[in-house]
């Protein structure tokens, strides 16, 4: 049973990692715009000159 | 019209971020403008790049951003520019675009609860991952010392979460208390703390049973579901803003100098304001200066456009048709008869003031009754096995089983599919018992101007002039802007007339319209200046030379809808009525062609809502459908109501349901859903109460191991949520 010692610290630290990236996605609004977000991915058109301000 | 009296900075007449943003504005000049528009046509990937291309050729525009969720752009762009430089451009890519402003600024704040939640339920979905995952290793049979250490790194994650996630119970909870009161928070509270305790007594014991993951499964289960109540509101409350965005609270005031804009708040009884063809009333008054006509169907449902003289006094939210108007203020704010017709309508007892939700008699009936069955499972239990730690291990038990996880989903799942669903229909619920009220209704009561008639008229005896006559009508009619003239020229344009030239043309407002055909003087107008004889139905005159007045008929042009909402109400088998301001003749017409057989007319505001009151004491649950200032009272004594996104900012106020589009179609679909999604709840309140009453049984009796307590619990859940999606 000795292998909990590592499994145990390794699925905390999988999940916590999980956790982090859901705060980081949470204060980068992306949840925002779900519907717009679903539909831009599909979008053929590209913006090849983006304002660069 | 109101584009021109539409100010440029703040529409949001009771935005209090309005002043505050006026004053960060003067303290320090902005490096950039943010502008946010709504767009309520949009829906495609194809309508998001055309509207951020269009933008984004604009050279002042920094970047555009569409959000297809809420249906805006946000524009960044340098400061010079403002939304009615920006207006014409997502105009001319072909889309509907309305200034939003200040909302911007409450969005975000609603915003931030939202988020708060959403944080809160990560947390508590994390640990309640990791916990299951440790639980099962305990459920399958680890013992003694690995099931002790299991036990306590559950504890180390499930203590701080917990504490973080739970918040919002406690908070609640500690309010109701201390108001000596109950609520579902109370019950939700006692069980994650008694589940906690508990475990954690347990574990330093190494006692078998430890309900850590019961606790944590808990809170993630309930936070989904306030949650979604939460998304379901603040999708509500962010709709509701841009209608009242829309509003136009500025007025033009007169003073020795000329012509300023300044906000309605700021008239004062005296001062002498200007309101142009096409504006609406700011203030009660008395006109100065001017004659015109006017237009009081919000008021007072007549569809007849009055005339309007010097002396003649006028009131809030009446509409100028033809000729400006100067009016000396005698009445402003919160004294002007709309304000009068608000009252009215706080002192008619609202029908949704009586009504207790499902939810919340659920929770009357619940919430004593969980306490009062886990108190006499501890006191059974100490008495019978004499161990304390037996006894508060069984009464954790019985808590956490009857927890109401499935009653705190059962509703918010519901509303969710359910409102979601109207949404894209064009139906805005504003009351979150709204859909529950409207299940119950079994009379409808409709408005007739505005409401089931577009308030447009429309000609009907065109074929008894002679082309001669309506080329000369035509030519008269063209140049006005009054809405019986606009008829006329489309009519009389679609089939395909001339207008004859004339000259002199002049519109004399308040009057009509003359001028010389072939030497001959012609009149398109009023009867009494035109000198016509009397008709009961809405005319216009017109005379040629020395020849008869002769009357052009119009009748008001129905509603998109109207019709198919009534028959489909009607074989739903729904009792239809007609209640108007109108005069007689009108509505009996009216009721005819949609074949509605109670009708009642010229009704005052007063006689509406008494009315409906009369209905509601007899057993009827009345739906009332209006939108003008004389039905706000009647929606609200209504049982449920529904208006249109053109009725008049305090009606929509008054009712529970604004109709975003123009059709009233999806009225019957809507009753239809709201019956459908009150089935919804019911179904899940009683799987709920089958879980309970399987499991309770076996908590009571000790035999309620976590493993049981967590299935229990997912299980309904589950079953309540995958119910509620059905009626996607």
Sequence with gaps: MNILTYLIPISLVLGGAGLAFFVFTLRSNQYDDPEGDAQRILSGQYDDHPKQD | ?728
Aim: charged share 20%; with cysteine; net charge negative.
């Design chain 2, 1 to 728: 019209m109101t584009a021109t009296l539409r100010p440029p900075a703040s529409a949001c007449p009771a935005c209090a971020a309005a002043p505050a943003a006026q004053a960060l504005a003067e303290h320090e000049t902005p490096r950039e403008a943010h502008i946010v528009l709504s767009l309520p046509t949009i829906h495609c990937a194809a309508c998001m790049s055309a509207v951020e291309r269009a933008l984004d050729k604009v050279p002042e525009v920094r970047s555009a951003r569409v959000n297809l969720t809420l249906k805006r752009v946000s524009i960044e762009a340098d400061p010079e520019l403002t939304a009615a430089d920006v207006i014409p451009v997502v105009q001319g890519a072909g889309y509907e675009a309305h200034e939003l402003d200040n909302t911007a600024l409450s969005a975000t704040a609603t915003d931030k609860a939202g988020r708060d939640l959403l944080m809160r339920l990560a947390v508590a979905g994390f640990a309640a991952m990791n916990v299951m995952l440790l639980s099962i290793a305990v459920w399958s049979g680890a013992e003694g010392p690995t099931r002790d250490l299991f036990h306590w790194i559950s504890a180390a994650i499930v203590l701080p979460a917990v504490g973080f996630s739970a918040m919002p119970f406690f908070r609640n909870a500690w309010t109701a208390l201390s108001a000596r009161s109950l609520n579902m928070d109370v019950p939700i509270s006692l069980a994650i703390l008694l589940a906690v305790g508990t475990s954690l007594w347990e574990t330093s014991l190494s006692g078998e049973h430890a309900y850590f993951d019961a606790a944590i499964a808990l809170t993630f289960f309930l936070l989904t579901g306030r949650y979604l109540d939460h998304r379901t509101r603040s999708v509500a409350r962010s709709a509701a803003e841009e209608l009242a965005a829309l509003e136009v609270p500025r007025a033009w005031r007169v003073t020795d100098e000329g012509e300023t804009q300044v906000p309605v708040g700021e008239l004062a009884v005296g001062d002498l304001v200007s309101v142009r063809p096409g504006g609406r009333m700011p203030v009660d008054g008395e006109i100065v200066s001017g004659t015109s006509e006017l237009d009081r169907s919000l008021l007072t449902g007549e569809t007849l456009p009055v005339f309007a003289e010097p002396g003649r006094s006028v009131s809030a939210g009446e509409v100028n048709l033809t000729g400006p108007l100067t009016i000396r203020a005698s009445a402003v704010g919160r004294d002007t008869s709309l304000h009068r017709m608000a009252d009215l309508v706080a002192v008619a007892e609202s029908g949704r003031s009586r009504y207790t939700s499902l939810a919340d008699r659920a929770a009357k009936l619940y919430a004593p009754g969980v306490h009062i069955l886990s108190a006499l499972a501890f006191v059974g239990w100490l008495i019978y096995a004499g161990d304390l730690r037996v006894a508060l291990n069984i009464a954790a038990a019985v808590l956490i089983i009857t927890c109401p996880c499935a009653l705190g989903l059962a509703v918010p799942a519901v509303t969710t599919a359910a409102s979601g669903r109207l949404f894209k229909r064009g139906l805005l619920i504003k009351d979150s018992t709204a859909l529950e009220r409207l299940a119950q209704v079994d009379t409808v009561v409709f408005d007739k101007t505005g409401t089931l008639t577009s308030g447009t008229p429309e000609l009907t005896n065109l074929g008894d002039f002679t082309r001669r006559d309506l080329e000369i009508a035509l030519a008269l009619a063209q140049g006005s802007s009054h809405p019986l003239s606009q008829s006329l020229a489309d009519a009389a344009r679609e089939a395909g007339i001339k207008p004859e030239p004339l000259t002199d043309v002049t519109e004399i407002p308040g009057h009509g319209t003359t001028g010389i055909w072939r030497g001959q003087d012609v009149r398109l107008g009023r009867a009494t200046w035109v000198g016509g004889g009397q008709t009961d139905r809405t005319a216009a005159w017109l005379r040629v030379g020395d020849g008869p007045a002769q009357a052009f008929l119009f009748t008001d042009r129905l509603r998109e809808g109207a019709e198919e909402a009534v028959t489909a109400l009607k074989a739903a088998g729904l009792k239809v009525i007609l209640i108007s301001g109108d005069t007689t003749p009108a509505v009996e017409s009216l009721a005819k062609r949609l074949g509605i057989t109670q009708w009642m007319a010229e009704a005052l505001p007063q006689d509406k809502s008494t009315r409906i009151e009369m209905m509601s004491r007899d057993g009827a649950h009345v739906l009332m459908v209006g939108d003008g200032l004389n039905d706000t009272a009647a929606l609200t004594a209504a049982h449920a109501s529904i208006s249109p996104a053109s009725a008049l900012d305090a009606a929509r106020v008054a009712s529970d349901i604004v109709l975003l589009g123009g059709s009233l179609a999806p009225i019957p679909e809507a009753v239809q859903t709201a019956r459908k999604a009150t089935r919804r709840i019911r179904e899940n309140f009683t799987v709920a109460t089958w879980y309970n009453i399987i499991a309770v049984p076996l908590a009571v009796a000790g035999l309620c191991s976590p493993l049981i307590a967590a299935l229990a619990m997912s299980a309904s859940s589950i079953t309540v949520s995958l119910n509620a999606l059905r009626l996607r």
